[in-house]
């Protein structure tokens, strides 16, 4: 299986800071990488696939990058509703896997 | 608008059979672009995906749990479902269907229904 890590696990920001989230893969997934935000109580939503496309209806400061190994999800001026958990997932090969997440909170 | 329902009982015993449907509305289960999966959440942990079926019937299991999961399709009914074999308190989770579409994201997503595994 393709292990998927993140960093941080956790950060504190504030209303209209840019937040960077990193994820990397334990081997080459090319752009099939996805992100999604999870609120609690609520199911995952997705927000970016294929590394840097944007979902229909996700605000456009939600943007993603890379290919290969490393992804970034960028936060372009963070929102009181973005307030929550963000997990990237391969789907480069089956099974897909997931990333263990990045909790934002508000500092 | 597509939207998934799971169902099925929310306490299941040890060693005994978890069984959910998914139930899709305002779409076609047999869309030929899609996929149809299962994934779970322990309480406070981290996304784990079951497997997923295409309308056709094939499919594709977590190897981690192959042995204990059948996902069978319906598409009289617009549904898929969900059985795990031998469950035990570790299979306690939050249970979501979703859809995978042709970016081979999971686009969209029922609420989820939590089972518990206890006696």
């Known amino acids: 299986d393709i292990q998927m890590t993140q960093s941080p696990s956790s950060l504190s920001a504030s209303v209209g800071d840019r937040v960077t989230i990193t994820c990397r893969a334990s081997?080459?997934?090319?752009?099939?990488l996805n992100w999604y935000q999870q609120k609690p109580g609520k199911a995952p939503k997705l927000l970016i696939y294929?590394?840097?496309s944007l979902q229909s209806g996700v605000p456009s400061r939600f943007s993603g990058s890379g290919s290969g190994t490393d992804f970034t999800l960028t936060i372009s001026s963070l929102q009181p509703e973005d307030f929550a958990t963000y997990y990237c997932q391969q789907s480069y090969s089956t099974p897909p896997t997931f990333g263990p997440g990045t909790k934002v909170d508000i500092k | 608008q597509l939207q998934l329902q799971e169902s099925g009982p929310g306490l299941v015993k040890p060693s005994e059979t978890l069984s959910l449907t998914c139930t899709v509305s305002g779409g076609s289960i047999s869309s030929s672009s899609y996929y149809w999966g299962w994934i779970r959440q322990p309480p406070g942990k981290g996304l784990e995906w079951i497997g997923s079926?295409?309308?056709?019937?094939?499919?594709y299991y977590n190897p981690s749990l192959k042995s204990r999961v059948t996902i069978s399709v319906d598409t009289s009914k617009n549904q898929f479902s969900l059985k795990l074999s031998s469950v035990t308190a570790a299979d306690t989770a939050v249970y979501y269907c979703?859809?995978?579409?042709?970016?081979?994201?999971?686009?969209?997503w029922g609420q989820g229904t939590m089972v518990t595994v206890s006696s």
């Open positions: 979703a859809r995978r579409g042709p970016s081979d994201a999971f686009d969209i």
């Open positions: 081997q080459s997934i090319s752009s099939y």
């Open positions: 079926i295409y309308y056709s019937g094939s499919t």
């Open positions: 294929a590394a840097s």
